[in-house]
């Protein structure tokens, strides 16, 4: 593929998703109308795993054929640098900070707008390098200057006459922790 429009290519897959993304707290909200907050999850969880699968395993057939073309005399089992202890111990830390996650979300839309969630929710992306202070990490100024800003704005977005925060502005702040929590644990 020509290397000019690849940074097009990138910039459209990223509006998509992002696009996406927002549309689905619409859909979440809508769906909290019919159904509980689990079986919401659940019901989409599912979906998602039904359309992965199918292309998880044409992935992995797409590329064990690759490898075969490349050098025949290779076997298709190769061994993995990764013990298998270690990948369900990271697996099921994955999955309980996407449960959690994705709970806190659900239950958290119910009291409060979509458009608040949307906010709250984003602010893990400056609460993972906040969390890593706890790994030793420094935190530089910009990230210092992003914080203060996110602050400013989620003042400004939920807090009402009383100085209070709802509590479905609470439940997606910890949203937001536990989906930090999620990246750092991947």
């Known amino acids: 593929m020509n290397s000019q429009k690849m940074p097009l290519k990138n910039s459209l897959c990223l509006l998509l998703a992002a696009t996406i993304w927002g549309i689905a707290f619409v859909a979440q909200s809508v769906g909290m109308e019919y159904v509980g907050p689990f079986t919401f999850n659940g019901v989409r969880s599912l979906i998602g795993a039904a359309v992965l699968v199918p292309v998880i395993f044409l992935l992995n057939r797409s590329k064990d054929t690759a490898s075969a073309a490349a050098d025949p005399s290779t076997s298709t089992t190769t061994s993995s640098p990764y013990k ?13 900070a996407l449960f959690a996650a994705s709970n806190f979300q659900q239950f958290g839309i119910k009291y409060t707008t979509v458009g608040k969630a949307g ?18 990490q420094r935190i530089r100024r910009k990230l210092w200057i992003s914080v203060a800003l996110a602050v400013v704005g989620m003042y400004f977005l939920c807090i009402t006459e009383g100085f209070s925060i709802s509590a479905g502005d609470f439940l997606e702040l910890l949203c937001a922790v536990a989906f930090a929590c999620h990246i750092l644990v991947i």
Do not use: E, H
Not at 84 to 96: K, N, P, S, V
Not at 120 to 132: D, E, K
């Open 84 to 96: 298998t202890r270690d990948l369900w111990i990271g697996g099921i830390a994955c999955g309980i």
């Open 119 to 136: 906010f709250i929710t984003a602010l893990y992306i400056i609460i993972v390098p906040f969390l890593r202070i706890f790994t030793g």
